[in-house]
């Protein structure tokens, strides 16, 4: 699964959002006050605590067919019941209990939002970045998370095309 450093701040990471619940801001100012970085040598974000937060592989699953493309064509995002999903076949890091918990409370925020409430916050962040991608939403206190986007919309392609970035 990792080395032992870093397997043990995934498990920090989901127990302080989870129990402790923090925010993904709070987790990554609280491990870059430590001084602990990324696995790429980068310190944390928002972005990068939640991207932790919302893969399958802490919880010893693989997910195939995210993205497609044909030769000379475009690769695409697929929607999630175009998703192969394995579960278990990775040595888990989190708990599959604490990693539900996880996703029920990023689930949980973007519900409190009608479909014309998060379309608009994702115009005003279009409007001011002049540009998305899911890193940027991710990014951004106070958005849904891309994830919420895809859960919501079908994929973030689909809810780009609803603020006219596509």
């Given at each position: 699964?990792?080395?032992?450093?870093?397997?043990?701040?995934?498990?920090?990471?989901?127990?302080?959002?989870?129990?402790?619940?923090?925010?993904?801001?709070?987790?990554?100012?609280?491990?870059?006050?430590?001084?602990?970085?990324?696995?790429?040598?980068?310190?944390?974000?928002r972005g990068t605590v939640?991207?932790?937060?919302?893969?399958?592989?802490?919880?010893?699953?693989?997910?195939?067919?995210?993205?497609?493309?044909?030769?000379?064509?475009?690769?695409?995002?697929?929607?999630?019941?175009?998703?192969?999903?394995?579960?278990?076949?990775?040595?888990?890091?989190?708990?599959?209990?604490?990693?539900?918990?996880?996703?029920?409370?990023?689930?949980?925020?973007?519900f409190r939002l009608s479909?014309?409430?998060?379309?608009?916050?994702?115009?005003?962040?279009?409007?001011?970045?002049?540009?998305?991608?899911?890193?940027?939403?991710?990014?951004?206190?106070?958005?849904?998370?891309?994830?919420?986007?895809?859960?919501?919309?079908?994929?973030?392609?689909?809810?780009?095309?609803?603020?006219?970035?596509?």
């Open positions: 699964p990792g080395p032992d450093s870093e397997t043990a701040v995934v498990r920090e990471v989901y127990r302080a959002f989870v129990m402790e619940g923090l925010s993904e801001t709070d987790i990554a100012r609280r491990l870059n006050d430590r001084g602990v970085l990324t696995d790429l040598e980068r310190s944390w974000t939640h991207q932790l937060l919302i893969n399958e592989k802490y919880v010893g699953d693989n997910v195939w067919n995210r993205k497609s493309f044909k030769l000379k064509k475009k690769r695409v995002s697929n929607k999630p019941d175009m998703w192969i999903r394995a579960p278990g076949v990775f040595e888990a890091i989190v708990e599959r209990d604490l990693f539900d918990a996880a996703h029920s409370l990023i689930a949980a925020r973007s479909d014309a409430e998060m379309i608009e916050a994702l115009k005003t962040l279009y409007s001011n970045q002049g540009l998305l991608s899911g890193i940027i939403i991710d990014e951004c206190e106070g958005m849904p998370s891309s994830s919420a986007y895809r859960s919501r919309f079908g994929s973030l392609l689909d809810a780009y095309r609803l603020v006219g970035f596509m």
